[in-house]
């Protein structure tokens, strides 16, 4: 949907009720790094709405059917109000703090659930909500990568190297190893954790025996690596580096790169059955705000596994190739 920063898109799912909808409201944009902005308050008949700029929430309360709700803003029988990140969280149930998702669309954003109290980062992540549910906060930590999905729509649209997105797999595969090449997908600058706005793009370590398979597996790889690059901070603000994380969008499809993924970041990582995982929180908030599900629990045992990938990667070939990665990283930042 977009960047924190700008994500001010909504996807509206309703379920009627005779005298009675369960509202789910979330409003997703962190507006700035460690900043919760105050959230939209849905009460009884008769309370006031207040319409602050947008932060990171879903808020389920009761809001009767027959109350004037085309005047507090809310769409009549509506069950839920939701942004993309959090609805994909709920979808992937992380629900228990340390629990943490990657989705892969056109960016990449990874959101680590912190449990009951806030946490305000201090290594250029966002402070959010994860959830409001029945009166009851969860917040999160989140971070941003500008361009995963859309570094192989570049190839496909701009090189003109690829005809299909989904043949990068086997290119990828193809090949024993990267012979150094490094792409730097900073086609509007650098997301989190380095924040760099002015900071632009490159190919490096280009030599005769580079062809456009090489070019294509660097794309590739450079989604993992940034990814990499978030789990650090992610670790360093938790204290604990993640156990294992599950991914989700189009991206996770490329069973290649989730082994890659695996590998850079040496945990296991977990693609379920269903990678639409925004629209499936959606249709579990729903539920639960039609009655269809008890509650979080039952939600979470509805999650199906597709495949786990395991790091097989060796602890020296990995340290090279990131290695390799934070050189080419430090000659296309704009400031350290």
Known sequence: MGTPSTRHD???HQQRGDKQARQVGLIGSASRPNGLEKVVEIAGDGDAVHRPHP??????????????VAAQGVAP??????GDQQAAAVGQGCFLPGSIKSTYGTGCFVLQNTGASPKTSSHKLLATIASRIDGKTTYALEGSIFIAGAVVQWLRDGLGIIDDAAKTEAIAAALDHNHGVYLIPAFTGLGAPHWDPEARGAILGLTRDAGKEHIVRAALEAVAYQTHDLF???AADSGAHPKTVRVDGGMA???WLMQFLSDILDIPVERPRVIETTALGAAFLAGLGAGVYSGLDDIK???RLDRRFEPAMKSEQRKTLLAGWFEALGRIKSSD
């Open 55 to 68: 932060a990171a929430v879903f808020h389920q309360e009761s809001l009767h059917a027959d109350g004037d």
């Open 77 to 82: 029988g509506a069950a839920l109000q939701l």
């Open 232 to 234: 650090v901070a992610f």
């Open 301 to 303: 045992s509805f999650w």
């Open 253 to 255: 499809a490329n069973g």
């Open 10 to 12: 909504q996807t509206l």
